[in-house]
Nanobody, 117 residues
């Protein structure tokens, strides 16, 4: 099983980006999924999470700014990030609880988001 993020890049303050996380491999079902981020010198933190049924949870710092969603048929999760600020600069990682040949927690390799003028 692999998780592959895409959609990161360099954006000016106030801009938007949409991250994607695609799961592939021997997958029977995906339960909770989430986006985390890690800025230089800081610990990895949860940004947003979503259950299989679509219940969303956000860090206070991104409420009203980011929107998490998923397409269960495509085994894909998204993070729409609007009104980006320099403090949103970080490597963004996706995480998923996947039932495949085993039931375990997977991480993607990360995608860099840089917010700078």
């Amino acid at each position: 099983v692999q998780l592959v993020e895409s959609g990161g890049g360099l954006v000016q303050p106030g801009g938007s980006l949409r991250l994607s996380c695609a799961a592939s491999g021997s997958i029977f079902s995906i339960n909770d999924m989430g986006w985390y981020r890690q800025a230089p010198g800081k610990q990895r933190e949860l940004v947003a999470a979503i259950t299989r049924g679509g219940r969303e949870n956000y860090a206070d710092s991104v409420k009203g700014q980011f929107t998490i969603s998923r397409d269960n048929a495509k085994n894909t999760m998204y993070l729409q990030m609007n009104s980006l600020k320099p403090e949103d600069t970080a490597v963004y990682y996706c995480n998923a609880d996947i039932i495949g040949l085993a039931y375990r927690d997977y991480w993607g390799q990360g995608t860099q988001v840089t917010v700078s003028s």
